[in-house]
T-cell receptor, first 110, second 114 residues
Framework: RKEVEQDPGPFNVPEGATVAFNCTYS??????FFWYRQDCRKEPKLLMS???SGNEDGRFTAQLNRASQYISLLIRDSKLSDSATYLC???????????FGGGTRLMVKP | NAGVTQTPKFRVLKTGQSMTLLCAQD?????MYWYRQDPGMGLRLIHY???????AKGEVPDGYNVSRLKKQNFLLGLESAAPSQTSVYFC?????????????FGEGSRLTVL
């Protein structure tokens, strides 16, 4: 089993839609969780951290479920510019590395 | 503000050739990393450094060597390139090791080994 797993997609949604991605992680001792965004043929960039109580940044909401070992990202009112690959990131078994999921591709259509 | 700069951006090698990828950062970060990204595999950590003069193995270190002689530079070397090393390589740096989660990435170096 991969340490961090994501549905690769693609998720094809119309503008204005709400879309959610989940990411599961295998190490119950993981403490830090993040979502990164990667545009096509570009470098990844931090989108947001994921806090235990859940957190929101504009149209983006991140949540953590420790019992089921997954994190989620909800995007409301999707924009064309949200089209990208979203990477789930978790600190590793050793605690001293960040492990990236394979990414979920989102395509927002007009 | 350059951030993290990688050179070269593209390279084609023949099996058995050697090369070095250079990463330079101007943010005075202590921590630097080399990742490779393959389709469907996500980014995998090759080697990392927690400060000048230090290096450590990541998840997939075999076939690679690194050096951090200066704080601002982190070099990734391939001594004898293999087709399995065809990938996109990303260098990254950060203020602290893990807990802020913010890695600053370079634009990537696309390597093809024939």
């Amino acid at each position: 089993r991969k340490e961090v797993e994501q549905d690769p997609g693609p998720f094809n949604v119309p503008e204005g839609a709400t879309v959610a991605f989940n990411c599961t992680y295998s190490n119950s001792a993981s403490q830090s969780f993040f979502w990164y965004r990667q545009d096509c043929r570009k470098e990844p960039k931090l989108l947001m951290s994921v806090y235990s109580s859940g957190n929101e940044d504009g149209r983006f909401t991140a949540q953590l479920n420790r019992a089921s070992q997954y994190i989620s990202l909800l995007i409301r009112d999707s924009k064309l510019s949200d089209s990208a690959t979203y990477l789930c990131v978790v600190n590793s078994n050793a605690g001293n590395m960040l492990t990236f999921g394979g990414g979920t591709r989102l395509m927002v259509k007009p | 503000n350059a951030g993290v700069t990688q050179t070269p951006k593209f390279r084609v090698l023949k099996t058995g050739q050697s090369m070095t990828l250079l990463c330079a950062q101007d943010m005075n970060h202590e921590y630097m990393y080399w990742y490779r990204q393959d389709p469907g595999m996500g980014l995998r950590l090759i080697h990392y450094s927690v400060g000048e003069g230090t290096t450590a193995k990541g998840e997939v270190p075999d076939g690679y060597n690194v050096s951090r002689l200066k704080k601002q530079n982190f070099l990734l070397g391939l001594e004898s390139a293999a087709p399995s090393q065809t990938s996109v390589y990303f260098c990254a740096s950060s203020y602290d090791f893990i807990y802020t989660g913010e890695l600053f990435f370079g634009e990537g170096s696309r390597l093809t080994v024939l």
